[in-house]
């Protein structure tokens, strides 16, 4: 059916009517619903007005108030694959419905239940509040929005531009802006692949976009789709974060590219600012293809290491404290990349981080000192005097490593085991306790029990993988107590190769070649 109603009241005057002017003062719809529908082959089941042609006389009809409520309107057109369904709450509704060109007016409140065009689903589930003014020309089968308002959550937003229709496709040329929003209402106009990983976001402050969508909508084609939108002096967080960003300033684009889609969308972020607990961070972001995205990230910041915490925790980190500078570091590349050993030298990254007065509990042991400097060339890092210490352990890492997106990637991946790549590394310290070491990272407890058994091996290879220089004053590990060691050692496939290692062990002077 097209129409229904549990309620339908009309309010007009006799006179009018046998004079042929068809004016009705009031008409309520209540409890019921029009379902616009357009078959597969272009059939549909609704005409407005149908003029007889035996009678040439001007018929009018005007409507000066059409009042709906608790009513559904469904326009299903499956020729042009696209769905609307919302109902109004309670809506008034006016225009002249007999010329070729006519106005109708529209306010209330409306619950919008989905927008469906094509392959993407974009209003869905929202509150929406309407003040607009549609053009109609049924000849032209256009439809002109006036400078009007529509109200999200409480926001405003003004809808302008046109909607056409021809045979087989929906032109569209359309515009809708916003100002002072709160980034609920933004999200809630995106596609639903969009809103879903961004469900959860608030925020306080100045949000604004400006979206334009021009060209032809249909089952094979998707109109172009740009938009700038930004935010000012805002508040963002969400439920699952401990901390919100603070005073952001954020100004950005966005466009679908040259093939109108997700694949060949780019989202740019030129300008982006704010603070996390009084640490400022600045930077910009650059986001290809939305389906295997490719990001390009530029970051200053100064960071507490406090703020990590969800992340450090799944390496048995509980507890932590200082300072991460974030100094001009750049990160290009596909984050599915970093994870996969064949692709990691498609990673390209530079710039440094700078840990200062860094502590904290792994596993209920403390690292009294974590600080040092990290740079950052494309897959590869540099560690400058990185000194850990620990309440039995003080040592200095210097060193070059290849892989350590990837390998960072991988740490607990128990059925891909990727090491870290050790070009050169040299480990200075005045007092190192292997035996201690050991509590901080338990995993080590079962190479160790490895070597031991009789049918074990040593496997550290799965974690190390290089030649590593060494300069000990005193040595502990298991029952070796050694003093003054100097040397190389190089991990490979399972053992460990000494390399020209000398120092006091087994009371005396002892330089050893050969594999463990």
Do not use: C
């Given at each position: 059916?097209?129409?229904?109603?549990?309620?339908l009241?009309?309010?007009?005057?006799?006179t009018?009517?046998?004079?042929?002017?068809?004016?009705?003062?009031?008409?309520?719809l209540?409890n019921?619903?029009?379902h616009?529908?357009?078959?597969?082959?272009?059939a549909i089941?609704?005409?407005?007005?149908?003029?007889?042609?035996?009678?040439?006389s001007?018929?009018?009809?005007?409507?000066?108030q059409?009042?709906?409520?608790?009513?559904?309107?469904?326009?299903d057109?499956?020729?042009?694959?696209?769905?609307y369904?919302?109902?109004?709450?309670?809506?008034?509704?006016?225009?002249?419905?007999?010329?070729?060109q006519?106005?109708?007016?529209?306010?209330?409140d409306?619950f919008a239940?989905?927008?469906?065009?094509?392959?993407?689903?974009?209003?869905?589930?929202?509150?929406?509040?309407l003040?607009?003014?549609?053009?109609v020309?049924i000849?032209?089968?256009k439809?002109?929005?006036g400078k009007?308002q529509?109200?999200?959550?409480?926001?405003?937003f003004?809808l302008?531009?046109?909607v056409?229709?021809?045979?087989?496709?929906t032109?569209?040329?359309?515009?809708?802006?916003?100002?002072?929003?709160?980034i609920?209402?933004?999200?809630?106009?995106?596609?639903e692949?969009f809103?879903q990983?961004?469900?959860?976001?608030?925020?306080?402050?100045?949000?604004?976009?400006?979206i334009?969508i021009?060209?032809?909508?249909s089952?094979?084609?998707?109109?172009?789709?740009?938009?700038?939108y930004?935010?000012?002096e805002?508040?963002?967080?969400?439920?699952n974060?401990n901390r919100?960003?603070?005073?952001?300033?954020?100004?950005?684009?966005?466009?679908?590219?040259?093939?109108k889609?997700l694949?060949?969308?780019?989202?740019?972020?030129n300008?982006?600012?704010?603070?996390?607990?009084?640490?400022?961070?600045n930077?910009?972001?650059?986001?290809?293809?939305?389906?295997?995205?490719?990001?390009?990230?530029?970051i200053?910041a100064t960071i507490?290491?406090?703020?990590?915490?969800t992340?450090?925790?799944?390496?048995?980190?509980?507890?932590?404290?200082?300072?991460?500078?974030?100094n001009?570091?750049?990160?290009s590349?596909?984050?599915?990349?970093?994870?996969?050993i064949k692709?990691?030298?498609?990673?390209?990254?530079?710039?440094i981080?700078?840990l200062?007065?860094?502590?904290?509990?792994?596993?209920?042991?403390l690292?009294?000192s974590?600080n040092?400097?990290?740079?950052f060339?494309?897959?590869?890092?540099?560690?400058e005097e990185?000194?850990?210490?620990?309440p039995?352990?003080?040592?200095?890492?210097?060193?070059?490593f290849?892989?350590?997106?990837?390998s960072l990637?991988?740490?607990?991946?128990?059925?891909?085991?990727i090491?870290l790549?050790?070009?050169?590394?040299?480990?200075?310290?005045?007092?190192?306790?292997?035996?201690s070491?050991?509590?901080?990272?338990?995993?080590?407890?079962?190479?160790?029990?490895?070597?031991?058994s009789?049918?074990?091996?040593?496997n550290?290879?799965?974690?190390?993988?290089?030649p590593i220089?060494?300069?000990?004053?005193?040595f502990?590990?298991?029952?070796i107590?050694?003093q003054n060691i100097?040397?190389?050692?190089?991990?490979?496939k399972?053992?460990?190769s000494?390399?020209?290692?000398s120092?006091?062990i087994?009371?005396?002077?002892?330089?050893?070649?050969?594999?463990?």
């Amino acid at each position: 059916n097209f129409l229904e109603a549990e309620k339908l009241m009309l309010f007009f005057n006799i006179t009018d009517l046998i004079n042929k002017n068809y004016t009705i003062n009031k008409l309520k719809l209540k409890n019921g619903f029009a379902h616009f529908n357009i078959s597969q082959s272009n059939a549909i089941n609704y005409h407005f007005w149908k003029s007889s042609k035996s009678d040439s006389s001007n018929v009018e009809l005007l409507i000066n108030q059409a009042q709906l409520n608790d009513f559904s309107i469904i326009y299903d057109n499956r020729y042009k694959e696209q769905y609307y369904s919302a109902t109004i709450d309670q809506g008034l509704i006016s225009g002249r419905f007999d010329k070729q060109q006519f106005d109708i007016k529209s306010n209330g409140d409306v619950f919008a239940e989905i927008i469906h065009s094509g392959q993407q689903t974009y209003i869905e589930e929202q509150q929406v509040e309407l003040d607009l003014i549609l053009s109609v020309d049924i000849e032209k089968k256009k439809y002109t929005f006036g400078k009007r308002q529509v109200k999200i959550h409480d926001d405003e937003f003004i809808l302008t531009g046109n909607v056409q229709e021809d045979e087989k496709a929906t032109l569209l040329s359309l515009k809708i802006e916003g100002n002072d929003l709160n980034i609920a209402s933004i999200i809630g106009l995106l596609p639903e692949n969009f809103r879903q990983k961004m469900k959860g976001y608030r925020s306080e402050g100045n949000a604004f976009i400006s979206i334009q969508i021009d060209g032809r909508s249909s089952k094979n084609e998707t109109p172009e789709v740009t938009a700038t939108y930004g935010l000012n002096e805002a508040k963002i967080y969400h439920p699952n974060f401990n901390r919100s960003l603070d005073q952001v300033l954020l100004k950005g684009t966005y466009s679908n590219g040259d093939k109108k889609s997700l694949s060949s969308s780019i989202i740019n972020i030129n300008q982006l600012s704010g603070n996390v607990a009084g640490n400022e961070f600045n930077g910009l972001l650059n986001i290809k293809n939305l389906v295997d995205p490719e990001i390009d990230l530029d970051i200053d910041a100064t960071i507490s290491t406090n703020e990590f915490s969800t992340y450090l925790a799944q390496f048995g980190i509980t507890t932590s404290s200082g300072t991460l500078n974030i100094n001009e570091f750049h990160f290009s590349g596909k984050p599915k990349n970093i994870g996969d050993i064949k692709d990691f030298n498609n990673i390209s990254s530079s710039g440094i981080i700078n840990l200062s007065n860094v502590q904290f509990t792994v596993n209920d042991q403390l690292v009294e000192s974590f600080n040092g400097t990290i740079s950052f060339n494309n897959a590869k890092i540099e560690t400058e005097e990185f000194i850990i210490k620990t309440p039995q352990n003080e040592f200095v890492l210097n060193g070059e490593f290849s892989n350590f997106f990837t390998s960072l990637a991988n740490i607990n991946n128990k059925t891909k085991n990727i090491p870290l790549n050790i070009d050169q590394a040299k480990i200075t310290s005045n007092n190192l306790n292997i035996n201690s070491l050991q509590d901080f990272v338990p995993q080590t407890r079962e190479l160790v029990d490895s070597i031991n058994s009789k049918n074990g091996y040593f496997n550290i290879s799965k974690f190390l993988k290089g030649p590593i220089q060494l300069d000990i004053t005193e040595f502990q590990w298991n029952d070796i107590d050694a003093q003054n060691i100097l040397g190389a050692i190089e991990i490979d496939k399972n053992k460990i190769s000494l390399i020209n290692l000398s120092g006091d062990i087994f009371n005396g002077k002892t330089t050893l070649d050969g594999e463990i």
